[in-house]
């Protein structure tokens, strides 16, 4: 098959991290992909998806000119001619919707988000057939298609985009006499949870009886002059490190890692983090309380400083350990997420799709 894979940017970020894995199961399965942005935005994901070999088609347009951006991917898929278009997110799934009925193109659509903004819920509610097959990235995200936009099961698969390579480096065990390294990944939006955590940690500097610790928030994005202005105003121990270009190596430098998003879809940051032998903190929030257990973590609500303080205390007061927690995490996603595992569901999801393409070429010539 010819897979026309539909993202809406090149920014750094959970949706578009996961391409060069999901891809490759795609590649190897002997089909031919190349992927098209509806636009660039900051590019960090540029030089990833091009170094794991992959074609990219980006337009030069912004987030909200839709009308320009439907017109280049028709144009686009005009003269790429894909047997299948792969959308992800809503702008991608909507615009690859409408190019898919208008050139008799079947689509395949991911769902991401456990939670949709208003309006996107109901357009893609209403438009919801014109996707052959939804792919929901974790079971919360498949019980929100489900839902939400009323899927039937039957045009409903579930593949967890999270390949969980041994291989990666993990975390050197903290040593006493020295700072204990929070760290956390991940865009500077509201949605992150970072003024949350700023205001936990301005707590957490009137407890006693703390090893000495700092926050490390690897990350880019509009929030940044917001939380640059808390930082200084409490004298927190926080920096801001700007985008991480290897979070794998970012990650083996810490011993706790804290996620205080607002919300959630399956959170590929912190299951990383569990990969890399570091034990989380984070939101109950996505597929992330499916994951963690009082053996590799903590569950706090969502926006509720004084929670995600009381759970950072509990565990910087035993930071001894903290590594077998880690231990303990890292075991749990290469039980669940293992790459055999990703690839097989891959595979069992692209036959699926072939039988979609044959078909459509069934019908559409008969």
């Known amino acids: 098959m010819k897979i026309a894979y539909i993202i809406n940017s090149v920014e750094s970020g959970g949706a578009a991290l996961p391409v060069p894995a999901i891809t490759k199961v795609m590649r190897d399965a002997g089909h031919h992909v190349e992927v098209f942005a509806l636009t660039r935005r900051n590019g960090l994901a540029i030089e990833p998806l091009e170094n794991a070999g992959l074609t990219l088609h980006i337009r030069p347009g912004t987030r909200k000119d839709h009308l320009p951006a439907l017109r280049w991917l028709h144009k686009q898929m005009r003269a790429y001619k894909p047997d299948v278009i792969w959308t992800s997110l809503s702008r991608a799934t909507l615009l690859g919707q409408m190019v898919g009925q208008w050139q008799h193109i079947p ?3 991911w769902q991401h988000s456990a939670r949709l903004k208003p309006l996107n819920a109901a357009l893609l509610r209403r438009f919801k057939n014109r996707s052959a097959l939804w792919v929901a990235d974790s079971s919360c995200v498949a019980e929100q298609t489900r839902r939400t936009l009323g899927v039937t099961p039957d045009r409903l698969v579930e593949w967890p985009i999270f390949r969980a390579d041994p291989d990666v480096p993990t975390a050197t065990p903290w040593q006493p006499g020295t ?8 865009r500077l939006h509201p949605v ?3 003024d949350t955590l700023c205001a936990a940690i301005a707590l957490l500097q009137n407890c006693p009886d703390l090893p000495p610790f700092e926050v490390l928030i690897g990350g880019e994005g ?7 202005a808390l930082i200084a105003k409490g004298q927190l121990p926080i920096q801001i490190l700007g985008h991480i270009k290897d979070p794998s190596v970012f990650l083996s430098r810490l011993h706790l ?7 959630e879809g399956f959170c590929l940051a912190a299951h990383e983090a569990m990969l890399a032998s570091l034990p989380v903190v984070a939101s109950n929030a996505g597929e992330i309380p499916s994951s963690i257990t009082p053996q590799t973590g903590r569950i706090v609500p969502p926006q509720d400083s004084a929670a995600l303080a009381s759970a950072l205390e509990d565990l910087l007061k035993q930071p001894q350990h903290l590594a077998d927690m880690g231990q303990h995490a890292r075991a749990t996603v290469l039980a669940r997420f293992g790459a055999q595992h990703f690839d097989r569901i891959g ?15 069934k019908t559409t010539t008969a």
């Open 257 to 263: 890692y804290v996620q205080p998003s607002l919300w």
């Open 107 to 109: 689509v395949v659509s």
């Open 192 to 194: 992150k949870g970072y």
């Open 179 to 186: 700072p204990v390294r929070i760290g956390t990944l991940g």
């Open 222 to 228: 509009e929030e940044r002059p917001h939380l640059e």
């Open 347 to 361: 595979r069992d999801i692209l036959a699926r799709v072939e039988q979609i393409v044959a078909h459509n070429i």
